[in-house]
């Protein structure tokens, strides 16, 4: 595998692993009643809708995201706006360090309600306490996809250290990634018990069953990716026409089978506006509008995502919306060996999307494209082409939602490059992981930094 040296510097500001449990400076205690303890939430809470990234993502991370992979052409970039966004994913991977600090620091909070809320059995106590779950559960997603190596057939690789009490003197060290599957499914059905009523908490069952089918997806678990997916469907079916556009369309409201999403206060439309415009710098790139060829005059998604001269058009969203579900059982079901059940979903999928159209048959699918990035599929086996029709519609339907780079990731973690000022921009396949922090592997005596940062400065 190739390396680079990678300038990791942090400041001092950095939250490191080693203090995510330091919250008692002096003058502050700890909180006692539920009202307490879901202040604490509240804050967690209203940054969601504030649009800031630590638990769901925002504007601003979908479009770094989209910018690092095939979905943009980096290489058409205009500038001088183009140098507000980054040009591939090594420009940005200092930053990621800090995510992961904040991402244990909401993990300190969920931690110090859990195990210090006494009222447990009102339904202010069930609310504020699966809520903690939830929320706790879904930063160790977070975790798991980001700086850890894909899980499919990787569950005795590195997970990332597993924290679930209040410990001012712990020091942790890496569990394996199915043990951070596990603590991630463990809060997320802690979560669904407590049946969360009041719609203020956001994580609602709904929700987690849909987290939970993306967290079984990402683990390679189908068969109850199958399950999750389909009891979320049953109760957010699948938009089309008008339904659908009005959906999209809506900027900073959750409407729709939208079943949670950042960003959604009125005054956070001009930052919004703001970052569309910056990464609509960089054009669409071919091999996306290329899968429109077939049906780009009756597929719903063409007009909507990009002009005639490849400018972007779709808005930014980081949400959970009911088709990521169709998309999670289509696949599932074709790894669990159900072609035709997989046949079924993927058409069921495209009549929602495409006027008129005709249903695959095995023998009417597409060959897949052999100039495609992706060669291999999460299992490591070759593209076929139910699959490549599968991941093609995924390509298309969360374009500028953040999805593209863990489909990525999760598919080989392809090389790819592009180039600036006479000199060649790599994403190796490494970087896919993103680092710890460089603080925490200096202060916590056999923690392990993720392979190829074992050289940075």
Known sequence: MKKTFIILCIGAVLCSCTKYLDIKPYGQTIPQTAEEFSALLHYHLDLIDQGEETILGNISSVCDYECYTDNLEAILQSYPKGNYIPLYIGDQLNDKQLYYSNLYAVIRDCNIIIDGLEERNTQVGKDVLGTAHAIRGVCYYNLLRNFCEPAVNNGNGLGVPVVTHFDMEDRVLRSTISQTVQQAESDMLAAISYDISDEIYRFNSDVMRGYLARLYFWAGNWSNAIVYARQVLEK??????????????????????????????????????????????????????????????????????????????????????????????????????????????????????????????????????????????????????????????????????????????????????????????????????????????????????????????
């Open 236 to 457: 957010y079916p699948l938009l089309s026409g008008n339904a659908y556009l009005s959906m999209m369309q809506e900027a900073t409201t959750m409407t729709g089978n939208m079943l949670i999403k950042s960003c959604i206060h009125s005054d956070k439309r001009a930052e919004y506006n703001s970052a569309m415009d910056y990464v609509a710098c960089r054009p669409v790139s071919k091999s996306l509008v290329g899968l429109y060829d077939a049906d780009k005059e009756n597929d719903i998604r063409y007009s909507l995502s990009f002009s005639n001269r490849r400018i972007l058009t779709k808005n930014a969203f980081s949400c959970l919306r009911s088709a990521e579900m169709q998309l999670i059982l289509a696949e599932s079901l074709y790894h669990d060996n159900d072609t035709e059940g997989a046949l079924s979903a993927l058409n069921e999928f495209r009549r929602n999307r495409i006027t008129g159209v005709i249903d695959y048959t095995m023998e009417t699918l597409p060959a897949v494209n052999e100039d495609d990035i992706i060669k291999e599929d999460a299992l490591g086996n070759s593209m076929t082409p139910l699959l490549y029709a599968i991941l093609n519609e995924r390509r298309k339907e969360f374009f500028m939602e953040g999805d593209r780079w863990y489909e990525l990731k999760r598919n080989g973690r392809p090389e790819m490059w592009t180039t600036k000022n006479g000199l060649k921009y790599t994403t190796f396949e490494y970087m896919y992981t993103f680092p710890l922090p460089v603080e925490d592997i200096e202060l916590v005596e056999g923690l392990v930094q993720n392979p190829g940062y074992d050289e940075a400065i």
